[in-house]
């Protein structure tokens, strides 16, 4: 009793895109984890059986994979008891994972790679075929794919899960015309200035994007370029569905746009209240930082985001430590987290993992683009269920 465990933390350097523009930056993610361990120690729920935490810092860049395998061996070297991940931290985690050491991350992988890493790495956001499987059954609900030709952009990173969203859109009986296979990893590509052109030239009147948020940015950039406006609809991949992203793509072809997003993005525009785990992890910041957090604009910046992501982990993590018992070890810790259910999420709705579904997220809803307010304004509630098969109404 009484030992501390030694807990890693990724912390993401968007120091290259802040200085292309400030707007990209999410704050200071080390002391948004210290606030979100300092909360929970005002609370009460650390110590966990007695057991104090200690934190231990590696930075890497969202773009550099062998930063993030690097920042996994400094984890490594510090034996560290678990590591909390961060925005595009895959490559690290699963390196950790390969060596044994509990990771719980925060972009969503294909379900394969959460079985072949098993049982070690847990993500907040859902698999990401789930994800794109659900994306289609909702779509498919809505009407929004009836008659429509389709054309798909995706990546590197996504190719797997776009798969698995062609195999749904052709069971449902929709006309899948084009699909563009780019060579991109989340941070632009050759493709996207070409891409438009070819999506035009086959007829193709509805774009699913499912590729990272500066070739999503190009790619419309591209299709206003040469006069091509196709419909819409989008999802929380690639980070679509904040608003700094969203504010970078062409107003005029944007405008309305529907999508489908785990996060809580939208409230403050469609004058909703924030939900209570979220007021509770600002307010946990801005006591520890001595400031204010952005949360009477209608829109949410890179910050307000970061700062409810790291909340999350820091829960998930403790209350798998408490479900662990008294003289935890890391395949008790995994134990611990498979036990979770709906535990109730600052960033997004409640969180559950299983065994073999070592994924959060469990629900989405519907949001809209508005191009004037520059902001997602929410359209429902959190009543869309992510499931293997599809998704269907919560």
Request: proline share 4%.
């Given at each position: 009793m009484g030992?501390?465990?030694?807990?890693g933390?990724?912390?993401p350097?968007?120091?290259e895109?802040?200085?292309?523009?400030?707007?990209w930056s999410?704050?200071?993610?080390?002391?948004q984890?210290i606030a979100?361990?300092?909360?929970?120690?005002?609370?009460?729920?650390?110590?966990?059986?007695?057991?104090?935490?200690?934190?231990?810092?590696?930075?890497?860049?969202?773009?550099?994979p062998a930063?993030?395998?690097?920042?996994?061996?400094?984890?490594?070297?510090?034996?560290?008891?678990?590591?909390?991940?961060?925005?595009?931290?895959t490559?690290g985690?699963?390196?950790?994972?390969?060596a044994?050491?509990?990771?719980?991350?925060?972009n969503?992988?294909?379900?394969a790679?959460?079985?072949?890493?098993a049982p070690?790495?847990?993500?907040?956001?859902p698999?990401?075929?789930?994800?794109?499987r659900?994306?289609?059954?909702?779509?498919?609900?809505?009407?929004?794919l009836?008659?429509r030709v389709?054309?798909?952009?995706?990546?590197?990173?996504?190719?797997?899960?776009?798969?698995a969203?062609i195999?749904?859109?052709?069971?449902?009986?929709?006309?899948?015309?084009?699909?563009?296979d780019?060579?991109g990893?989340g941070?632009?590509?050759e493709?996207?200035?070409?891409?438009?052109?070819?999506?035009?030239?086959e007829?193709?009147?509805?774009l699913?994007?499912?590729?990272?948020?500066?070739s999503?940015?190009?790619?419309?950039?591209?299709?206003e370029g040469?006069?091509?406006r196709?419909?819409?609809l989008?999802l929380?991949t690639g980070?679509?569905?904040?608003d700094?992203t969203?504010?970078r793509?062409?107003?005029e072809?944007y405008?309305?746009?529907?999508?489908?997003t785990?996060?809580?993005?939208?409230d403050?525009?469609?004058?909703?209240?924030?939900g209570?785990?979220t007021v509770?992890?600002?307010?946990g910041?801005?006591?520890?930082?001595?400031?204010?957090?952005a949360?009477?604009?209608?829109?949410t910046?890179g910050?307000?985001?970061?700062?409810?992501i790291t909340s999350?982990?820091?829960?998930?993590l403790v209350e798998?430590?408490?479900?662990?018992g008294p003289?935890?070890?890391?395949?008790?810790?995994?134990?611990g987290l498979?036990q979770?259910?709906?535990i109730?999420m600052?960033?997004?709705?409640?969180?559950?993992f299983?065994?073999g579904?070592?994924?959060g997220?469990?629900s989405?809803r519907?949001?809209?683009?508005?191009?004037d307010?520059?902001a997602?304004t929410?359209?429902?509630?959190?009543?869309?269920?992510l499931?293997?098969?599809?998704?269907?109404?919560a």
């Amino acid at each position: 009793m009484g030992q501390e465990l030694t807990i890693g933390i990724a912390v993401p350097d968007l120091s290259e895109y802040v200085a292309l523009d400030p707007s990209w930056s999410i704050g200071d993610p080390e002391q948004q984890c210290i606030a979100a361990v300092e909360r929970c120690r005002d609370d009460g729920r650390i110590p966990i059986h007695g057991r104090d935490v200690r934190l231990v810092f590696a930075s890497y860049r969202s773009n550099q994979p062998a930063e993030k395998v690097a920042a996994a061996r400094r984890f490594a070297e510090a034996d560290a008891f678990a590591v909390l991940g961060g925005r595009d931290f895959t490559d690290g985690a699963r390196r950790l994972a390969e060596a044994g050491v509990p990771v719980i991350d925060v972009n969503a992988v294909p379900s394969a790679t959460l079985q072949k890493d098993a049982p070690w790495l847990f993500t907040l956001r859902p698999a990401q075929d789930v994800l794109y499987r659900s994306f289609v059954a909702w779509a498919h609900a809505g009407g929004h794919l009836d008659g429509r030709v389709i054309g798909i952009f995706c990546d590197r990173l996504t190719r797997q899960s776009s798969a698995a969203a062609i195999d749904e859109l052709n069971r449902l009986g929709h006309d899948v015309r084009t699909l563009i296979d780019s060579d991109g990893i989340g941070v632009g590509s050759e493709h996207d200035e070409s891409a438009p052109a070819r999506f035009a030239a086959e007829g193709v009147d509805l774009l699913l994007g499912f590729v990272g948020g500066s070739s999503w940015i190009n790619t419309l950039r591209a299709a206003e370029g040469i006069g091509y406006r196709p419909n819409l609809l989008d999802l929380e991949t690639g980070e679509h569905t904040n608003d700094v992203t969203a504010r970078r793509l062409p107003p005029e072809l944007y405008d309305g746009t529907l999508a489908l997003t785990m996060s809580r993005v939208g409230d403050l525009a469609a004058g909703r209240p924030l939900g209570a785990e979220t007021v509770a992890a600002l307010e946990g910041y801005e006591r520890s930082s001595h400031g204010a957090a952005a949360r009477v604009a209608t829109m949410t910046s890179g910050e307000w985001s970061n700062v409810l992501i790291t909340s999350d982990l820091v829960t998930l993590l403790v209350e798998g430590l408490r479900r662990a018992g008294p003289d935890p070890s890391r395949a008790s810790l995994v134990a611990g987290l498979e036990q979770l259910r709906s535990i109730p999420m600052a960033s997004g709705a409640d969180a559950t993992f299983r065994d073999g579904e070592h994924w959060g997220f469990r629900s989405a809803r519907t949001i809209r683009w508005d191009a004037d307010r520059g902001a997602w304004t929410a359209v429902t509630d959190f009543d869309w269920a992510l499931t293997c098969g599809g998704g269907q109404e919560a």
